[in-house]
Structure formats: structure tokens, C-alpha cells
């Protein structure tokens, strides 16, 4: 996969993830295909544009959500015009200057190229609880740390 193609893809996650910090509920919504899914921390599953703008215009409203703390950490190519990208995350909540763990996350997000355009085909924000093994939540903690230092 040429460096292009990645930055492409990376591009459109840092969008992805900005949209959401910067609380945009339109504009995060805009980043997917037609029919795109967006699967929540909580495991709400929510589908298509509307749905999904539906979906995120109370939460920015009434909760103060925390912004992400991400780092990209592989991007394969699934064909020409597809791909698949994993990321950590991690959020700093409100009133706080430190990473939450118990909010840790691997996120995955799968990009179609439609209409010479990059579309979020699929959105996942996955717990990373590790449990039984907090050491593992330490050591995703402490990575996602050294990005805010």
C-alpha cells in the first residue's frame, strides 16, 4: 500500500475523530457512506447518515462528551478502492488533565472510495477493558499518555 493511499485513509479518521471532538454532529454524520454504521462505546449500532446525525445531535447537546486521544496504529488495504484501519483511543473528561482508562478504546474504521471520494463505511469504538489483565490497560493508557505530554 503506497503512503498516499494511507494518508488518505488517515485523513479521513483524524476527520472522523476532529468531528467529535469539535462536537459536529453534521459534520461527523457527513463522513459516511449513504448506508454507513456506526457501532457506539455503549454497543448502540446505528445506521445510515440520518440515523446517525439523529443519533449524535443529543448526545453533543446534552453531555459533555470528551474529546479523543488517538493514535493510529495499522492501515491495510482490502482491495483497490477499500480499507480497514485500527486505532487506540482514549479521552480526557471534562474538568480532568488525565486519560481515563476505564473509557480506553480500539476503534476500527473501514473506508470505501465512492464517487472518487473517501466514505466511512463502518465505525467501531470498542471498550478495551482487558479484563483480568490490567497491565494491558496500563500499558494502553500510558501509550495514549505520551501523546498529550
Known amino acids: 500500500m503506497n503512503s498516499s493511499f494511507q494518508d488518505e485513509i488517515k485523513s479521513l479518521y483524524q476527520i472522523l475523530i476532529d468531528t467529535w471532538n469539535n462536537r459536529d ?3 461527523m454524520a457527513a463522513q459516511f457512506a449513504v448506508q454507513g454504521v456506526q457501532i457506539g462505546f455503549d454497543g448502540s449500532k446505528v445506521i445510515g447518515r440520518e ?3 439523529s443519533h449524535l445531535e443529543p448526545i453533543f447537546e446534552n453531555h459533555p ?3 479523543f486521544i488517538t493514535k493510529v496504529k495499522d492501515i491495510r488495504a482490502l482491495g483497490a478502492e477499500a480499507a480497514i484501519l485500527h486505532a487506540i483511543a482514549g479521552m480526557i473528561p471534562p474538568g480532568k488533565t488525565e486519560i481515563e482508562p476505564s ?3 480500539h476503534q476500527t474504521l473501514v473506508a ?3 464517487n472518487n471520494a473517501w ?3 463502518l465505525f467501531q469504538n470498542t471498550p478495551a477493558q ?3 489483565r490490567p497491565e494491558l490497560v496500563e500499558q ?3 501509550e495514549l499518555n505520551q501523546l498529550i505530554k
Open 25 to 27: 454532529a453534521e459534520g
Open 51 to 53: 440515523e446517525i446525525l
Open 65 to 67: 462528551t470528551a474529546p
Open 103 to 105: 473509557v480506553n478504546a
Open 112 to 114: 470505501v472510495k465512492k
Open 119 to 121: 466514505q466511512v463505511e
Open 130 to 132: 482487558f479484563h483480568g
Open 140 to 142: 494502553m493508557t500510558d
